[in-house]
């Protein structure tokens, strides 16, 4: 696999092709995949690649100028100049620059920047330095978080130089073919009937040439062998036993076979057997190849462009954080103009006016926001990367707590992505450790290269031991797997009077050769005729192992006489048939509690693979996922948008997808108002990674996917997912604490700005009383995402709601108002800040009134229980905001007030003071509980 993910961080560190090509293949991958219907005519990627694999060889060549001997030099030369070099377009880091102007844009900071020049205009230096510092440091730190995250990303891909063995020849004059000693080609044979090319391997190697993958050319041909990578799409020419692991395209554990014969017509692109696509691998075999498409015109290369050609809608944290952002400034621009009005009329003072409506405006402004935003998910970061997860995009992690719908790829997510023999029977279905055996002994002496299914055989390591094969089993011939007979046969020797052929294989082919059953009875086995009755109830029990998802595999056997020593495939005639071994990618042991406790989280998992239904559902039904209905890939692209939003809401199962299937399928959900996620490691869920709110990788995964992906796991487990969902929720429940604290607190103390501007006969409180009042109170906050949560208000997918902030602002803020007029009337009535030469008398005991009402709120709805008693903040809330209401009393009192024009109180006021805040505390509890019960909590 390492192989795998050098050769895509090769593709994808490749140069960019231009934007309007760009923009023309995200249009070709509109319906990529599908097959061609009268109703739906392919894209022109898909049908070309169709006609590829349906046109007869010389066909082929003709129409892309090649010759059964390749390209000579000067056509290749020509073809790249004409075609581009064989590189895959991917997403490069952004600038420095242009990553620091993202991370300040938004439109708080810019509010705020506008709010500063006004103060630096105005002379109000502290008022500027204060805003400029929120917004340098809020700017700052996602710079900082998210360059580390990006790093970390970075470093988990590794590059390397890769080539491809070509058949180039060197051009003569005129381009005619001059062969050199070092290159002369065999005399290559007709075409085959069945249109695969018949020229030999042998042939073929004497023009090879190492080449770099970039410099691969349509109508070139590549000698492929095990452990190869697929460097292009490509038609198969010459295959010898060819197995191609093609998972990561298509979500299929297992690999397939391919072949040179031409495509029978309306096959679709992915299931055409004699095409090979970039960024799979060849697992076992070997073949020669002619390349029909490269870069970005390959299948692999147009799903890598609309990954990075489609810009991103934004996501559900983006609009919700906007729409807040929005509804606050609104108030603000509705609010600071009224104050100014009244101020104006009242006072007389225009300026003085204008400056206070300026500083009222800062109140208003969360200039927090920002910080306290990025901070709290820079935090989250920091935890999560200790729960091997990497955060590569902040903006992740609150999506991570809004998710409401998962969707998940099969294999390697829910299954270990390893092939495990499940069962071993006899004919009738029932457990049989003689099949074993004998499936054993044929996995363990032929000498061809073993396949997946033979390892999960030989993982029955004890059977060794049992078997005695050194003293017991001598090895006498072979009949080597070929995918016309589709088995293999060994031939071993246990004792000198007879030798045993064991042959295992698919089933069909199987039967042919069998003439007798072998039945195991209560009285013993005994083997029985082979006939119409029998093979029915073959077929009867190994379809209901297929209808289980497994994949089957029968076992025979005969007794050969024990002079014969070289065998063929005519022996393979008169066998027994003893039994079945069936395989399994089986479920991960993490993934039953992992889905039960994301259900229990108020997380809908969907699974969306490329596999086909049957294994699929064997799967769900193993990790106790109930299915609640299944939908193909070919019914998927039946469906028009309101079809299958309908569909992808009633559905949990889609199987036999695309990769445009799955990301059509993602953004149906988005629309319907979910915020979904999407986990997946292979090429063909790159699209759905780009378009979900999340997109969560592995760290194992192609680099396209990482690439697409917001968060990439180090562990490849739903557990570690379903922990980082709830770290997410934590992360977004401390930001909305933020924003209810400071948005009900700032309407309180307009709405008392207001109450106070519209009768007394001075200002209630000067600008710079404000701003320090506001700063102090915004310091308070910084320990905000240190916060506990309450195990309640996480229990269920948390989300942005511009109406409930607006309601929770205009509930609880008159509260506080409330309390502020009460301070109000007992300093102009019981202490006799009544005239303009007590101004400052009342403007600090309204400072310190409104700075310990301001903090306390933080308390009271931090959360839905009793606070103090029920639920406890966290030690650095508790200890910021003490600290800060100890400040705030001590600013009037101590030798430091006549630099901020206020004065000491007298201690008489104290008691009063103490009042209030009881007051306060009570009227806000009493309020909360006939809150909750008429709107919730979240």
């Known amino acids: 696999m390492n192989f795998f993910h050098h050769l895509f961080d090769r593709f994808l560190r490749s140069r960019h092709v231009t934007r309007h090509f760009a923009r023309r293949l995200m249009l070709d991958t509109l319906t990529l995949g599908r097959a061609a219907t009268p109703a739906t005519m392919p894209d022109p990627l898909t049908r070309d690649l169709l006609r590829a694999a349906t046109d007869d060889v010389p066909t082929l060549l003709d129409r892309l100028g090649s010759d059964k001997n390749g390209l000579t030099d000067t056509q290749a030369a020509a073809a790249l100049a004409l075609h581009g070099p064989n590189e895959v377009e991917h997403e490069k880091p952004l600038p420095g620059w242009l990553h620091l102007w993202h991370c300040y844009k938004n439109p708080f900071n810019v509010l705020l920047t506008v709010l500063a020049l006004i103060s630096y205009l105005t002379d109000d230096r502290e008022a500027t330095v204060v805003i400029l510092a929120m917004v340098v440091l ?18 988990l891909k590794s590059l390397v130089s890769n080539t491809a063995t070509v058949l180039r020849r060197p051009s003569a004059q005129g381009d005619a073919y001059v062969p050199t000693p070092a290159t002369v080609p065999a005399p290559a044979p007709a075409p085959t009937p069945g ?24 109508g070139d041909h590549v000698v492929l062998s095990a452990g190869d990578m697929i460097p292009s799409d490509c038609r198969v020419l010459t295959a010898k036993d060819l197995f191609v692991s093609q998972s990561a395209m298509t979500g299929e554990s297992l690999p397939v076979e391919k072949f040179a014969e031409s495509s029978a017509p309306g096959a679709s692109v992915l299931d055409a057997r004699n095409l090979l696509f970039m960024g799979t691998n060849v697992v076992s075999g070997s073949a020669t190849a002619l390349v029909v498409a490269t870069g970005n015109h390959t299948y692999f290369g147009t799903l890598a462009t609309r990954v990075t050609a489609i810009d991103r809608a934004p996501t559900a944290f983006q609009a919700g954080v906007n729409s807040v952002s929005w509804l606050l400034i609104r108030f603000a621009l509705v609010m600071v103009p009224i104050v100014l009005v009244v101020n104006g009329f009242t006072k007389g003072d225009w300026l003085e006016a204008f400056l206070f409506a300026l500083s009222v405006a800062v109140g208003l402004t969360p200039e927090m926001l920002p910080m306290i935003v990025t901070s709290t998910l820079a935090k989250g970061a920091v935890l999560l990367s200790r729960k091997k997860v990497v955060v590569k995009r902040l903006d992740a992690i609150q999506n991570f707590g809004a998710m409401d719908v998962l969707c998940t790829d099969k294999t390697g997510t829910l299954t270990q992505d390893k092939i495990f023999l499940e069962r071993h029977t006899d004919v009738f279905g029932h457990e049989s450790d003689e099949v074993l055996t004998f499936a054993y002994l044929n996995s363990h002496y032929q000498s061809g290269l073993k396949n997946l299914l033979d390892h999960a055989v030989l993982e029955h390591v004890e059977l060794q031991a049992d078997l005695r094969l050194a003293q017991d089993y001598r090895k006498v ?14 031939i071993v020797s246990e004792r000198d009077d007879h030798h045993e052929l064991i042959c295992k294989g698919a089933v069909e082919e199987m039967l042919d050769i069998c003439t007798r059953v072998r039945v195991v009875e209560d009285a013993g086995a005994q083997d029985l005729p082979l006939d119409e009755a029998l093979r029915a109830r073959v077929l009867e029990v190994t379809r209901g192992l297929n209808n289980e998802g497994l994949r089957v595999v029968a076992v025979a056997m005969k007794e050969t006489p024990p002079h014969q020593s070289v065998y063929g495939v005519a022996d393979e005639s008169g066998l027994t048939l003893i039994g079945y071994v069936a395989f399994l990618d089986p479920p991960k042991e993490s993934t039953a509690p992992a889905l039960k406790a994301l259900a229990a989280h108020g997380v809908t998992v969907k699974v969306l693979t490329g596999d086909n239904e049957l294994v699929t559902l064997k799967v769900c039904r193993e990790v106790g996922l109930a299915v609640q209905g299944v939908l193909l890939g070919k019914d998927v692209d039946a469906m028009d948008d309101a079809a299958l939003a309908q569909a992808a809401e009633s559905h949990n199962v889609f ?7 799955k990301e059509r399928l993602v953004r149906a959900l988005r629309a319907g108002g979910h915020v979904v996620g999407f986990m997946g490691d292979g090429i063909n869920d790159a699209p759905a990674l780009r378009a979900a709110d999340i997109g969560i990788s592995v760290d194992s995964a192609v680099d396209i996917a990482k690439e697409a992906a917001d968060i990439i796991l180090l562990e490849k487990s739903l557990m570690v997912l379903e922990e980082g969902v709830m770290e997410g929720r934590k992360t977004f429940s401390n930001m909305l604490k933020y924003i209810r604290m400071t948005a009900s607190s700032n309407f309180g103390n307009v709405f008392s700005v207001l109450v106070a501007s519209a009768f007394l006969p001075f200002l209630p409180m000067l600008p710079l009383h404000l701003l320090v009042q506001n700063l102090l109170y915004d310091v308070s906050q910084i320990a905000i995402p240190f916060d506990n949560v309450d195990e309640e208000v996480i229990r269920n997918p948390l989300k942005w709601n511009p109406g409930d902030i607006g309601r929770f602002m205009v509930f609880f803020g008159p509260i506080s108002s409330v309390f502020d007029i009460t301070t109000f009337v007992v300093m102009w009535y019981v202490f006799g800040a009544d ?6 008398l009342f403007q600090s005991g309204w400072f310190v009134v409104g700075l310990l009402t301001q903090t306390l709120i933080v308390h009271m709805i931090r959360t839905p229980k009793l606070p103090f008693v029920e639920s406890i903040a966290s030690v650095p809330l508790l200890t910021a905001t003490a600290l800060i209401m100890a400040v705030g009393i001590f600013i009037p009192m101590g030798p430091l007030a006549g630099h901020f024009k ?4 007298p201690w008489s006021y104290f008691p009063w003071v103490l009042g209030i805040l009881a007051g306060y505390v009570v009227l806000t509890t009493v309020m909360k509980r006939f809150y909750i019960r008429r709107y919730g909590w979240q």
């Open 138 to 155: 809020s700017t700052l730190l996602r710079f900082v978080q998210e360059g580390r995250s990006n790093r970390a990303a970075e470093r």
């Open 902 to 905: 206020l004065q000491a109180l």
């Open 655 to 661: 199987a036999k997808l695309s990769p445009l299937n």
């Open 835 to 840: 005239n303009v030469g007590a101004q400052t």
């Open 195 to 218: 249109g695969g090319h018949a020229m030999t391997l042998k042939a073929a190697a004497a023009g090879q040439r190492e080449l770099p993958i970039s410099q691969l050319v349509p």
């Open 477 to 490: 011939d072979e009949i080597p797997f070929d995918f016309v007979r589709r088995r293999m046969s060994v």
